[in-house]
DNA sequence: GAACTTAGAGTACGAGCGTTCGCCAAATCA
DNA sequence: TGATTTGGCGAACGCTCGTACTCTAAGTTC
């Protein structure tokens, strides 16, 4: 540790707790985030990271939105260049399954376990989580209706339907890789994608 | 509270500290399952509850049993007088949409809970609960085999991507509830496990 | 009815939790 | 250069956790 503490350091010294912290809470939940195991890892005082957050629920709000800022990275971002529609929808999907394959995190995507873990605990922590989830689903839904009104789609296409079914998939992959490590999973999330948005 | 303190009545303690327990754990996780609340909750004594399960580890176990057992006469039993194939898997899955939208428990699917919140921490729970998905698996697995060899289903059917669906559809319909009561997902539940069951 | 078993109470324990406070040294600003 | 801000440390706090004891009164078994 050089004893260095500009405020550049700081961000820095930020930064590393909430990846850190979001490595655990992928692995033990929100809930396994803990201040004290976190300044035993990363070698610092209990107050010193406190003090980053000045409360534990921020301290896992903010770790909630780092893994969704860096989920956007790699899912939503890289299909932008595609202008709205079907292709750009194929795009993330396609990024969503390869995410929920081979994580950033060593116990999956926060986010889905963040749903199950506080879908149940009203506050701002839940309220952060149901957050996320909306904009992730709005993503998927804005690519879903310029589809339909690009004509890409049929005519009385359900979009919410193929929405409900798009999100199921990953769901379920993802229980099916952490549980059970299921890689034919994989083929199974795709080809339940590619069935939800053909509505024959 | 009268104190006698049978041998029956020793079940029947035990059969309320778990009620209450798959009540906590619905909505906070097995995690959330403390024995001083239980204590407190039921007006006895830490030392009486954890008396009666010797570590909290067990516990917790048996509660996530005690969940599956009432989700299993709720839910499969009641299907069991139709012959295995199409029609006790069509029961059967209605029944676990019913069971979803209308849970016994107040923070919904135990199971469900419990699969996100274990499934990146080995240990005895973890085990518990990968032995209660896969006997649910199994049990809807079987109803599609016998379907398939029952010619109910087309020849080549896909069982596995079939299993994966209505999976998935159990985990999103959970999902909507518990993070938006969103009633309109139960009907979204229902056609996207009739569309699994439909691979033309 | 005596011997034994057991449901549960009561107390205590060590450990870990989040948070607070005072402090220091370096970075920043005037 | 002097005054101020701030990243981080160290120690302590009140609380809750799971678990381990002893002890009792009632049930059960012979």
Chains 1, 2 share one sequence.
Request: aromatic fraction near 4%; charge should be negative; proline fraction near 4%.
């Amino acid at each position: 540790m050089s004893p260095r503490r500009s405020a550049a350091d700081a961000l820095l010294t930020r930064g590393r707790i909430l990846s850190r912290a979001a490595e655990i809470a992928s692995e033990e939940g929100l809930d396994g985030i803990t201040i004290g195991r976190l300044a035993e890892e990363l070698e610092m005082s209990k107050s010193g990271v406190h003090k980053h957050f000045g409360t534990k629920e921020t301290l896992q709000i903010d770790t909630l939105d780092k893994a969704f800022v860096d989920f956007w990275h790699r899912v939503v971002e890289p299909a932008l260049p595609e202008p709205p529609g079907l292709r750009r929808l194929r795009v993330v999907c396609a990024n969503s399954v390869n995410y929920l394959a081979e994580p950033l995190l060593p116990g999956g995507c926060l986010m889905t376990a963040a749903l199950s873990e506080y879908d149940g605990r009203p506050g701002a922590v839940r309220d952060a989580v149901a957050e996320v989830w909306s904009r992730w689903q709005g993503q998927l839904r804005a690519d879903l209706v310029a589809a339909v009104q690009g004509g890409e789609l049929a005519g009385g296409f359900d979009v919410d339907q193929a929405l409900f079914e798009i999100l199921a998939a990953g769901l379920a992959l993802n229980a099916a890789m952490q549980l059970q490590h299921d890689q034919a999973a994989v083929g199974r999330a795709r080809r339940a994608i590619e069935r939800a948005l053909d509505q024959s």
